[in-house]
């Protein structure tokens, strides 16, 4: 019986032909995102619901485009969901959710339908965060497996409505929103440096989420806690 270190192997190895074809697939896909990725992103889809969320980082503007969506869809209530401004070295940092809710009850929306959402402060997983302290507050009032639609900005609607899916379960239906400031979107996303930093930062955070889910998930790490 003989010893050996090392044996020969066939190997299969495209040819230039195949090659090609692979940089073709590649490159169609590159040119696709390219062209659609923005669109693609910034999903809207409705779905039935009594309850809009909209997330309050989105800023004053967005408050008005939530309450004119709150009444047109005649929303049963409206939350408003977000962490705290800045980052954690900052003496002062101020909750983006009850910003929200005092722009939102100056622009009349009643108290009494308007809920907020706090997370908790961190400086990472933000959208998570405020999706767990959504949860709470639709179950301390009775709304578990309500359906909502999440209302946010531009091409973070996408990824938004898979983190709320994933938080809410199965048996709520999470439908999506995207707003943007009309004149932000003139012309393509590559003509504004904004825009192209937003696609290539929702790029990642969408296929991350999509593919490896943070590892939130595996871990059973969701939470109803504020």
């Known amino acids: 019986m003989k010893f050996r270190l090392f044996a020969r192997r066939t190997i299969w190895w495209p040819t230039w032909l195949g090659w090609s074809c692979l940089l073709l697939l590649l490159g169609s896909g590159v040119g696709w995102w390219f062209l659609a990725g923005e669109a693609f ?14 997330e309050a980082w989105i800023g004053r503007d967005g408050m008005q485009a939530a309450k004119d969506e709150f009444e047109a869809g005649k929303y049963r209530w ?3 969901a977000g962490g705290y401004t800045g980052e ?35 400086d990472a997983q933000r959208t998570y965060e405020s999706a767990v302290a959504t949860k709470a507050v639709l179950e301390r009032h009775g709304l578990e497996g309500a359906a909502v639609n999440v209302f946010t ?11 709320y899916a994933k938080v809410l379960g199965s048996k709520t239906p999470v439908g999506a929103i995207s707003w943007s400031l009309p004149e932000s979107q003139v012309g393509s996303w590559w003509q504004s440096s904004d825009r192209a930093k937003e696609l290539v930062t929702e790029t990642a955070g969408y296929w991350f989420e999509a593919l490896a889910g943070s590892g939130r998930w595996a871990r059973g790490s969701v939470s109803a806690t504020p």
């Open 78 to 80: 409206l939350i408003a």
């Open 41 to 54: 992103l910034a999903e809207t889809r409705r779905v039935p619901a009594e309850v809009l969320v909209v």
């Open 153 to 163: 900005r531009g091409p973070h609607s996408r990824r938004s409505r898979l983190v």
């Open 88 to 122: 954690g070295w900052m003496e002062r940092r101020w909750s983006y959710a009850e910003m929200a809710e005092k722009e939102l009850l100056r622009l009349g929306v009643p108290r009494e339908r308007l809920l907020l959402a706090q997370a908790r402060e961190t």
